[in-house]
């Protein structure tokens, strides 16, 4: 499942995913299990309220290479196909 990451429209990051959850854009939602809690329950919350899937990735490392970059990330949102995000 990681590996629509690289290939379909996807925000980065946890201001830009949460921004793209609170305007109802995201289809799924990737969290990285090493990252620190504080900075993900908004938008764990935020996807439990909205009944949006929070998919656990082992490690930032891992999500941040799964998402085509050199860094790692704490959190990806795959995007609504019709969305403008």
């Known amino acids: 499942m990681l590996s629509e990451l690289k290939t379909k429209r996807k925000v980065i990051g946890v201001k ?4 793209a959850v609170r305007a109802g854009h995201v289809l799924c939602v990737y969290m990285a299990e090493d ?4 900075l993900l329950e908004p938008i764990r919350s935020h996807c439990a309220a909205e ?3 929070v998919i656990a990735v082992e490690s930032m490392a ?5 998402c085509g970059i050199e860094v790692g990330a704490a959190v990806a ?4 196909e019709d969305c403008g995000a």
Request: proline share 5%.
């Open 16 to 19: 830009q995913s949460l921004k």
């Open 35 to 38: 990252a620190d809690p504080a």
């Open 51 to 53: 009944e949006i899937d």
């Open 62 to 66: 891992v999500l941040g290479q799964a």
């Open 77 to 80: 949102a795959l995007l609504k």
